[in-house]
């Protein structure tokens, strides 16, 4: 999606380009009163659009790159909190301390504490009259991954009997890896500042009501038509020029 939404911004500008040049053909005939119209002035708003998309996809690649970083560094986490978890369970630790450790555990991993009821099971309950629902369990931002496992490396601190052979499972070894997870996603929070600052100059630009490029164009198109006449060459070569408001 977020590919095809870019694409069309990218789009809108190449037909207001081709929209220009036609304009520069029709000469003197074509001669609007509001400036916004001018060719000088399109030509202006033409060349600020294509820096202003440019600008986007300048900072698209740094964005995706943190992502993509962060997202490889969290990949094996699920599995390595289950092995916690298990070894926890393992060990000489008190029942309720095993049982916080999981809780922790099924929050990193996104999992329900219980299996999600059916719908006919949800109907049989109601019928008891024991209403419930299905609550999402899932806590699968990156964000709240990162608190949820904070978290249980506090919470295996403070286990006396949470003492592994593996060198990867120990306390310290967690909190490098919570390091190093905070730190690649700080990276892709910092990489969204510029991305987001560029598509809200360039959608500024091209979508500002009455003055963006958008409407510009249309503004343009129906100048064409009451100069030309709905039927005239000139207007049906801008006719087939579609210009979309992307942030609708």
Do not use: W
């Amino acid at each position: 999606m977020a590919t095809f939404i870019e694409t069309g911004h990218a789009k809108n500008v190449a037909n207001f380009e081709q929209l220009t040049l036609f304009v520069a053909g029709f000469g003197k005939t074509y001669n609007p009163a509001k400036t916004s119209l001018k060719l000088t002035a399109m030509q202006t708003m033409l060349t600020n659009a294509k820096a202003a998309v440019t600008a986007v996809n300048a900072a698209i690649p740094a964005n995706k790159n943190a992502i993509s970083a962060r997202d490889a560094a969290f990949e094996p986490l699920s599995k390595l909190v289950t092995r916690v978890a298990n070894s926890v369970s393992a060990s000489d630790a008190s029942d309720q301390a095993k049982e916080n450790v999981k809780t922790l555990a099924r929050k990193i991993q996104g999992k329900r504490a219980q299996d999600k009821k059916t719908d006919e099971e949800l109907q049989a309950l109601a019928a008891q009259g024991k209403e419930t629902r299905n609550v999402s369990s899932s806590q699968m931002s990156f964000d709240s991954r990162l608190d949820s496992f904070d978290k249980l490396i506090k919470q295996l601190a403070s286990i006396p009997e949470y003492a592994p052979n593996e060198l990867d499972l120990k306390v310290a070894a967690l909190t490098t890896l919570y390091t190093t997870l905070q730190a690649k996603n700080s990276v892709v929070v910092t990489s969204q500042v510029p991305l987001s600052t560029a598509r809200i100059a360039r959608n500024e630009l091209l979508y500002k009501p009455k003055i963006g490029l958008v409407d510009t164009a249309i503004d343009c198109k129906t100048y064409v038509k009451s100069v030309f006449g709905p039927s005239s060459s000139q207007y049906k070569q801008l006719s087939k020029l579609q210009f979309t408001d992307m942030n609708k």
